[in-house]
């Protein structure tokens, strides 16, 4: 009988489909949900939310797109730490967070805002790529990072 037996590289991933928990033992996941993985068996997962660590659970591998990131301690105090730059995980988090208005928005028909809302959701997406790209020359960088900055706050308001 084979075991679940721990992972080496495969410690950092984010749900790429929702996935609704069948059992006790599995984990379910929304779409973005960011999860740190501890074994591995066969086409399953078995690990935890990053902002929800008291429920561990197994989840489908193929539902989790892999990321890199830094490992910190062994064991039960093990910790991952995403090396994505902290304006990435920045945008990442208000777009979740906005997502949520937007749907708000939808479901109370206030169309008005929903649009703007959308708007400030696409432009946002589309600066986390190009900056996820690597391409941008430093200064051109340096500007992206001024514009994202000034939106999400402007978005807050």
Not at 45 to 59: A, M, P, Q, T
């Amino acid at each position: 009988m084979t075991r679940w037996v721990p992972t080496k590289k495969e410690k950092y991933g984010v749900a790429i489909y929702n996935y609704d928990a069948r059992g006790e033992e599995e984990l379910s996941l929304q779409i973005g949900d960011t999860v740190h993985i501890l074994e591995t068996y066969e086409d399953w997962y078995r690990g935890h939310r990053l902002r929800r660590r008291s429920k561990k659970g197994i989840f489908p591998a193929c539902y989790i797109h892999l990321k890199e990131a830094t490992v910190e301690g062994i064991g039960q105090k093990e910790t991952v730490i995403p090396t994505e730059l902290p304006l990435v995980q920045e945008v990442t988090t208000t777009l979740r967070e906005w997502a949520t208005i937007w749907r708000d928005l939808y479901v109370g028909d206030k169309r008005e805002m929903f649009n703007s809302v959308r708007d400030m959701i696409y432009d946002l997406i589309e600066w986390r790529s190009q900056i996820l790209s690597g391409t941008l020359p430093q200064d051109e960088l340096t500007e992206l990072k001024q514009k994202v900055t000034s939106k999400i706050d402007y978005g807050n308001k």
